[in-house]
């Protein structure tokens, strides 16, 4: 399964944009998610928005990280760096 192509964006809540954020995919179409700032702090909440967002770029990166290093001859066999790589796109169900 494949993510929801990005770029990703956020829009405030209108009563509370310090502590509700929808992500959305640029068109403003699709919700990727809301997220409610509960127990963290302020600073913590942005960073966690701004991860979130940049997600596909990151997933985006990693495979043409990926794709170098096999054209490269590094696999799976003889580096520690492609294996971290290409679990983490497994995991992000690439």
Same mark, same amino acid.
């Given at each position: 399964m494949s993510h929801t192509p990005g770029p990703w964006i956020e829009e405030r809540h209108k009563q509370e944009p =310090? =502590? $509700?954020v929808d992500i959305r995919t640029a068109d403003g179409v699709n919700t990727i998610c809301i997220m409610f700032r509960c127990l963290v702090s302020q600073p913590e909440f942005e960073? #966690? $928005?701004? @991860?979130i967002k940049?997600?596909?770029?990151? &997933?985006d990166a990693? =495979? @043409? @990280?990926r794709a170098q290093m096999l054209k490269a001859g590094i696999t799976h066999d003889n580096a520690d760096i492609y #294996?971290? $790589?290409? #679990? @983490? &796109?497994?995991r992000a169900g690439q």
């Open positions: =310090k =502590k $509700i960073s #966690n $928005i701004r @991860a940049a997600v596909p770029e990151m &997933i990693l =495979k @043409a @990280a #294996n971290t $790589i290409d #679990n @983490a &796109i497994k």
